[in-house]
């Protein structure tokens, strides 16, 4: 594992792109409650859970996958495996 | 909060759903699915209505399996043509499936939805669950008799599968190096999403299905399996996030955990035989099988099939058969860290060699 660069600063880049966006969805969670609420005579709204979704999918996937990398838990190189 | 349907969070439901949520991913990252059917009763438990606990737990669950695809994708595990396909056909099972639901619920009530889940969940999971522990078995046994990886062997379904050629329907696919028509991936489909709809865990019909009636090597179908969710996941959040029923902070929170789990488990994967894969899924379907037997008296009783039983051994029950399915997911948690830190002993000791 050692040989390898760790990706010490996407890590820290995406994680805290990921907190930022986690305090946000936090900070304003009577705003998407009032959201969902209103989806019944907005339809179009149906687009915010699916769309914000995605955005943290984003982020929080590539941090958490950076993040683990950082930790030393990499996938073994193809054709290795299964020893 | 002015709406009941939406709780308000604090630290103690924050954490516990972040923890299950970790434990499923993980799960979810080795055999394709896992973890929906603790996180519905946690979220339950915790005070969530029954239909925004199954909608935020479906938000949560197509974001992850998008991201667990990826990265499985990248290490050649994923057949997306077959994926989308069955997907696409899941998406129906899985309409379909609610409607059956409802039918049920009309007709019999809740109850009666109980026990119809709890039927299919003992059928399903007995029926395949030990097939696939047995299967794992074998290979095991192979394994350790022949010294090496039991060879990935196309069961004697999958070659006539393979082998009937319908014109106009045939494909080729990866996983199965073979070409195969789609009107036998059809009911595939729709059975996973039938099963989802019912169990929340639709990969435990569609991961065997690939290996034994198409004729997939386990870590592909496992993989595959991802895909299906994903396609599956976006059809029903639209369909409940219409309805205003996604609580997208609860869906994020259960994302935040199981991220971090799904990308040990998809690592994992890269370090285990077949054999592992199978032995996993095997093992959590038969345990999951188990925590049915605690609620089942409950639904006898309420149905007046049995005497009555009092409310507070109904819920010590149930109490039970929740703790259960947690043991369940956690001994798939334990066997896939304990599978992945040997394999990572061994890969080291090979390359110092």
Not at chain 1, 10 to 33: E, H, K, R, W
Not at chain 2, 96 to 106: E, F, L, N, Q, S
Not at chain 2, 125 to 144: C, H, I, N, T, Y
């Amino acid at each position: 594992m050692s040989q390898h660069k760790r990706p010490i600063t996407a890590t820290l880049l995406y994680g805290t792109a990921s907190i930022v966006l986690y305090i946000l969805l936090l900070q304003n969670s009577d705003l998407f409650v009032e959201w969902a609420q209103k989806t019944k005579e907005q339809k179009s709204l149906f687009l915010i859970p699916v769309a914000v979704a995605f955005v943290f999918s984003y982020f929080h996937g590539a941090f958490t996958s950076h993040f683990w990398e950082s930790m030393g838990l990499r996938a073994a190189k193809s054709g290795d495996k299964k020893k | 909060m002015e709406n009941s349907l939406f709780i308000d969070l604090n630290l103690y439901n924050t954490l516990a759903l972040f923890v299950v949520g970790f434990i499923g991913g993980m799960v979810s990252g080795f055999i394709g699915s896992g973890g929906a059917f603790v996180l519905t009763p946690a979220m339950m438990t915790l005070g969530v209505p029954g239909i925004v606990a199954v909608a935020s737990n479906i938000c949560h669950k197509f974001p992850k399996s998008l991201v667990g695809a990826m990265k499985r994708h990248k290490y050649g595990q994923v057949d997306v043509k077959l994926g989308i396909i069955m997907g696409i056909f899941a998406e129906l099972g899985v309409i379909h499936g609610k409607h059956v639901m409802t039918d049920i619920k009309t007709e019999y009530g809740d109850v009666g939805t109980s026990l119809y889940v709890s039927v299919v969940f003992v059928i399903v999971l007995a029926v395949v669950g030990s097939f696939v522990l047995r299967d794992a078995v074998r290979m095991f046994r192979q394994e350790k008799t022949g010294g090496m990886e039991a060879p990935h062997e196309v069961t004697k379904l999958a070659r006539w599968v393979q082998s009937i050629h319908i014109p106009g329907t045939m494909m080729y696919f990866d996983s199965l190096k073979a070409r195969v028509s789609v009107l036998f991936i059809v009911p595939l489909g729709f059975a996973t999403g039938m099963l989802a709809a019912t169990i929340a865990v639709g990969g435990f019909v569609g991961v065997p299905a690939m290996i034994y009636v198409l004729g997939a090597p386990a870590l592909m179908a496992s993989a595959t399996e991802l895909v299906i969710a994903f396609v599956m996941g976006v059809g029903g959040t639209i369909l409940y996030s219409l309805d205003g029923v996604v609580d997208i902070r609860l869906a994020m929170i259960i994302l935040a955990g199981s991220l971090f789990g799904i990308q040990i488990g998809a690592i994992g994967t890269t370090y285990v035989r077949d054999s592992v894969v199978k032995f996993v899924m095997g093992l959590i379907m038969v345990i999951v099988l188990f925590s049915r037997f605690f609620y089942i008296p409950g639904y006898l009783s309420k149905l007046g099939l049995i005497a009555p039983m009092e409310k507070y051994t109904i819920d010590t029950l149930n109490l039970l058969g929740d703790g259960t399915l947690m043991v369940a997911l956690t001994t798939g948690g334990v066997t896939i860290i304990v599978s992945l830190i040997k394999g990572m002993a061994a890969h080291r000791l090979a390359q110092k060699a």
